[in-house]
């Protein structure tokens, strides 16, 4: 029998190359040797405040999105998380096993409350628990995210350890798989920081809708390091940083790369690099496009997904509830 993956994107923001490189790409491969279940995590997206307007667009847009990269309805599962109620009912079921100083401790728990401060929702450190119901709900074998998400698989595997020693064996404990070299695509006005969709500036990151223009403008734009070599070095991050898209993007290991800018400056590796990004994003945007004018088709995808989604969550929330005493 396939292993089965489970992975998500919150619909919030511009889907950028990071979310594209980190998640989505590696996706479409894996959709071929797994039995592979996406999801469009919409209760995780309402973390972030917004208007149940943008809610609903960005819901359509991200699943505009996962079929315009290639995700293949025929090949994978795909739907969207409220649409399936166990998700929620296992979030608090699990609360009762999660202990507050571990989710405290979560990283992106801190940041965005460093961020917003008197405005902490529950809802954010609750954020994990949520998460690893996603994932424990299909009992899932392994779990294709970018770095940033690698402390929340811990959490769910700690989750499902914990539930399996204290109820008996009931979750499959997931690994996480992180393709290293797109595992953390950082900001192009920032090479300290990750490209990240909340970002107040749209020159931190490059959306896979932006025009052909903009991606030109936002590569010239983006900083670089002193010097003018193309020569890949930690101690340069912003030039490791736009390398390490170029191979993304091209396949050329970082010696090839050199090689090929040896005596060139950063004028010609960046234009290089806008059309390379451009040419493989132009069929995805236009895609994107198409289907955001069919939204019946779209809608019925979803519909197929959440049904096919809602049989396997629920078998598993059965399970978990006769192990806790609630039938
Ligand atoms: P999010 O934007 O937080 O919903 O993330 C969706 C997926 O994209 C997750 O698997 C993240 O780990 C991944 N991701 C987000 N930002 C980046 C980035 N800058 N580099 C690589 N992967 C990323
Ligand atoms: N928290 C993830 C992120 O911000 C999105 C996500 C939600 C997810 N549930 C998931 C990722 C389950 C993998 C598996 O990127």
Known sequence: MKKRIFSGIRPTGSIHIGNYLGALKNWTELQNKYDSIFCIVDLHALTTPTTA????????????????????????LFFVQSHVPAHAELTWLLNTIAK???????????????????????????????????????????????????????????????????YGRTFNVPQVIIKKESARIMALDNPEKKMSKSASSPYNYIALTDSSDAIREKIKRAVTDSGTEIKYSPARPAIANLMNIYHCFSGLTFEKIEQKYQGKGYADFKSDLAELIIAELKPIRRKIKELKNNPAQIKKILDQGAKDARIIAQKTLQEVKKKMGLI
Do not use: W
């Not at 995700?71 to 994978?76: E, Q, S, T």
């Not at 595997?157 to 020693?165: D, E, G, I, Q």
């Open 53 to 76: 307007k943008n809610l609903q667009e960005k819901i359509f847009d991200l699943a505009a999105v996962y079929l315009s990269v290639g995700l293949d309805p025929k090949k994978c």
């Open 100 to 166: 507050i100083p571990e989710l405290e401790r979560m990283i992106q728990f801190k940041e965005k409350s460093k961020e917003r401060r008197s405005n902490v929702n529950a809802g954010l450190l609750d954020y994990p628990v949520l998460m690893a119901a996603d994932i424990l709900l299909y009992q899932t074998d392994a779990v294709p995210v970018g770095e940033d998400q690698k402390q929340h698989v811990e959490i769910a595997r700690t989750l499902a350890k914990r539930f399996n020693k204290n």
